[in-house]
């Protein structure tokens, strides 16, 4: 008997090449032959019908000319029976950002990554219904029509 599920309406999804797309186009079925190593079967995108585990509120507060304070308060929404593990959120600051500090965490461990561009967020176990805030703040480096305007 088949499922009257109509399943999910991915948007732009992608496979690795080891993945069979006739059998996909036809069956909707993923089929492949794992390549050696570790791989990504697919990337896809979903803007229908979402809900979030988490409610994120982000918050910007202008400290200085070059200083900016960013703050994030994430809570589960999910029910209190469950925990999510090892969440990991990423916090992105603007492109010219020089140093970031974390200066109040509530759960988890946090710490500025210039490679990445962003405030990582790590938090081990994060039950439902719970709420957590890191607040973080970041230094900008001074352009080139800053400088000459200070003169």
């Not at 990991?88 to 990445?116: L, M, V």
């Not at 962003?118 to 800053?146: D, K, M, N, Q």
Request: proline fraction near 5%; include cysteine; aromatic fraction near 10%.
């Amino acid at each position: 008997a088949r499922s009257t599920d109509k399943g999910i309406a991915l948007d732009d999804y992608r496979f690795h090449q080891c993945v069979r797309l006739s059998k996909f186009d036809v069956d909707r079925e993923i089929t492949f032959i794992p390549p050696d190593g570790v791989f990504e079967l697919m990337t896809y995108r979903i803007t229908e019908n979402i809900e979030s585990p988490f409610k994120l509120l982000p918050n910007v507060k202008l400290l200085g000319r070059n200083r900016l304070e960013l703050s994030l308060q994430v809570t589960a929404v999910y029910e209190r029976n469950i925990t999510a593990t090892n969440v990991k959120i990423d916090f992105p600051c603007p492109k010219n950002t020089a140093r970031g500090t974390i200066t109040k965490i509530d759960h988890g461990k946090a710490r500025y990554e210039p490679t990445q561009g962003a405030i990582i967020w790590r938090i081990r176990r994060f039950p439902g219904r719970h709420e957590y805030s890191c607040i973080a703040e970041v230094e900008l480096a001074s352009t080139v029509t800053e400088k000459a305007w200070a003169r």
